[in-house]
């Protein structure tokens, strides 16, 4: 039973990010490739590349990029370098070539390059944080980046900045000032832009609950939610009434289920709700 629940949670994880990876492509083909946005990343590498030549396609260029630096990942960390990692690069570089070929573009879509950069920054950057909280990359420049971390001091955090930020000035002299700012701009707002998704896609909601019925609240949260909680025995400090705190974490749905009933089942219970992102535990995230 264990097996086929562990089975059905890696294809659900593989489908989501392969929904994911797809709108990161959406993103890159038909808003950044057409504006020249390089905002760091192969996808950047590939337009300038496809800017200084005309004989390989940015989209082509990306899956050889990427292909060799899966290669090169595997000879440089062998069984350590992740499968998931290996699949969202190839789907992300064989679904660009997929795009190009579909759909091949000669003009951004409209004439608003702010509008274009809002999509050239959101959809790749939703994509991308999806994917990084399913335990997955895109490969490009975090490949690198990880290069950079084994042979050097520095983490992985500013060696993919510096990467990307070498990559933003390159463009700078390939697409003009204009195009560079546009880009720059673009990049810092990706930055925020994924941290924001992924907190938002973890956020949960934990109860502290000061009841004289614990044990019909436990019945609920444990038959109803199918959570845990954690029980501590209080004291009122101004009735010295004795009573029982309840410390119960759970998703948004269930929280609004909570907050629903807990007055059905002690209308005197003192009830304090807040959110967090950050849980590490059965049920929730394994250990990091």
Same mark, same amino acid.
């Given at each position: 039973?264990?097996?086929k629940?562990?089975?059905?949670?890696?294809?659900?994880?593989?489908?989501?990010?392969?929904?994911?990876?797809?709108?990161?492509?959406?993103?890159?083909?038909?808003?950044?490739?057409?504006?020249?946005?390089?905002m760091?990343?192969?996808?950047?590498?590939?337009?300038?590349?496809?800017?200084?030549?005309?004989?390989?396609?940015?989209?082509?260029?990306?899956?050889?990029?990427?292909? =060799?630096?899966?290669? $090169? #990942? @595997? %000879?440089?960390? &062998?069984r350590?370098?992740?499968?998931?990692?290996?699949?969202?690069? +190839? !789907?992300?570089?064989?679904?660009?070539?997929?795009?190009?070929?579909?759909?091949?573009?000669?003009?951004?879509?409209?004439d608003?390059?702010?509008?274009?950069?809002?999509?050239?920054?959101?959809?790749?950057?939703?994509?991308?944080?999806?994917?990084?909280?399913?335990?997955?990359?895109?490969?490009g420049?975090?490949?690198?980046?990880?290069?950079?971390?084994?042979?050097?001091?520095?983490?992985?955090?500013?060696?993919?900045?510096?990467?990307?930020? =070498?990559?933003?000035? $390159? #463009? @700078? %002299?390939?697409? &003009?000032?204009?195009?560079?700012?546009?880009?720059?701009?673009?990049? +810092? !707002?990706?930055?925020?832009?994924?941290?924001?998704?992924?907190?938002?896609?973890?956020?949960?909601?934990?109860?502290?609950?000061?009841?004289?019925?614990?044990?019909?609240?436990?019945?609920?949260?444990?038959?109803n939610l199918?959570?845990?909680?954690?029980?501590?025995?209080?004291?009122?400090?101004?009735?010295g009434?004795?009573?029982?705190?309840?410390?119960?974490?759970?998703?948004?749905?269930?929280?609004?289920?909570?907050?629903?009933?807990?007055?059905?089942?002690?209308?005197?219970? @003192?009830?304090?709700?807040?959110?967090?992102?950050?849980?590490?535990?059965?049920?929730?995230?394994?250990p990091?």
């Amino acid at each position: 039973m264990e097996k086929k629940t562990n089975a059905k949670r890696t294809v659900a994880e593989y489908l989501i990010m392969t929904a994911a990876t797809l709108v990161m492509a959406c993103g890159i083909y038909f808003f950044k490739f057409p504006n020249n946005f390089v905002m760091g990343g192969v996808s950047g590498i590939s337009m300038i590349l496809g800017k200084v030549q005309s004989v390989i396609s940015p989209a082509t260029a990306m899956l050889i990029i990427n292909i =060799a630096l899966i290669i $090169a #990942g @595997f %000879f440089i960390f &062998g069984r350590g370098f992740s499968v998931k990692t290996v699949y969202c690069s +190839l !789907i992300l570089s064989l679904a660009l070539e997929g795009l190009e070929l579909l759909f091949p573009m000669t003009a951004p879509l409209t004439d608003d390059p702010m509008l274009e950069l809002v999509f050239a920054v959101a959809l790749p950057a939703v994509g991308s944080a999806v994917v990084f909280n399913l335990g997955g990359t895109t490969g490009g420049t975090d490949i690198i980046a990880m290069v950079l971390k084994k042979y050097t001091s520095m983490n992985i955090g500013i060696s993919l900045f510096f990467v990307d930020a =070498a990559i933003v000035a $390159a #463009g @700078f %002299f390939v697409n &003009g000032v204009k195009t560079g700012m546009y880009s720059l701009v673009g990049l +810092l !707002i990706k930055a925020l832009v994924v941290d924001v998704v992924i907190e938002n896609i973890n956020i949960s909601k934990y109860f502290f609950i000061v009841t004289t019925n614990p044990e019909l609240v436990c019945k609920y949260i444990n038959e109803n939610l199918h959570k845990g909680a954690t029980l501590w025995e209080g004291k009122g400090s101004y009735t010295g009434e004795e009573k029982t705190v309840i410390m119960a974490v759970m998703t948004r749905t269930q929280a609004v289920a909570m907050r629903n009933h807990i007055k059905e089942m002690d209308p005197g219970a @003192f009830v304090v709700i807040s959110s967090t992102s950050d849980i590490i535990g059965k049920g929730f995230r394994g250990p990091v």
